[in-house]
């Protein structure tokens, strides 16, 4: 079971019940955020049978979700919002959840982050869906990034034993 049905954050889920394009881009930069700690501890701590092809695949990983945060708060720079930086707003404003995470075998982990991307991708499919015609830059922004959250899914449950 992943973050999705385990671990969702609660406050976050009503967040998403009035969705505005800010609420958004600050729920996404949450999320991305919590998304590149899971992927850091499993770069550095993860063992195993596939320990090399996992660090080498989160190295790229980390990398990529620094730059999605990067557009998701340029993004809401453009539409005039603040980007946030602290720690307890990016927390709160997560879909997951940031425990600490008590597992350390690889291919574990990659289960792990193969749910946490599906979950973000998940949620990014309802804004689209909740920001639809009235905010079509936005919802563009979120319909790359649901495709590419679904593949990162897939790639991950790739380098499951
Ligand atoms: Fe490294």
Excluded at 10 to 37: E, F, N, W, Y
Excluded at 86 to 98: C, D, F, G, K, Q
Aim: aromatic share 6%; with cysteine.
């Amino acid at each position: 079971m992943g973050d999705k049905k385990n671990h969702s954050n609660s406050m976050a889920k009503d967040q998403r019940d009035t969705v505005t394009p800010s609420s958004a881009l600050i729920c996404a930069m949450g999320s991305t955020h919590t998304l590149l700690m899971k992927t850091l501890h499993t770069h550095w701590n993860a063992k195993g049978s596939r320990f090399l092809a996992v660090h080498e695949f989160t190295d790229k990983q980390y990398v990529s979700l620094l730059k999605e945060l990067d557009s998701l708060a340029e993004r809401l720079r453009a539409i005039d919002a603040v980007a946030p930086t602290e720690m307890s707003v990016l927390t709160s404003a997560s879909i997951l959840r940031e425990d600490h995470l008590d597992i350390y075998d690889a291919s574990k982990l990659s289960r792990h982050l193969a749910d946490a991307h599906s979950g973000v991708s998940d949620v990014y499919e309802a804004f689209i869906k909740k920001l639809g015609d009235e905010h079509p830059v936005s919802a563009d922004l979120f319909t790359q990034l649901a495709g590419h959250h679904e593949k990162v899914a897939w790639m991950y449950k790739a380098l499951i034993d």
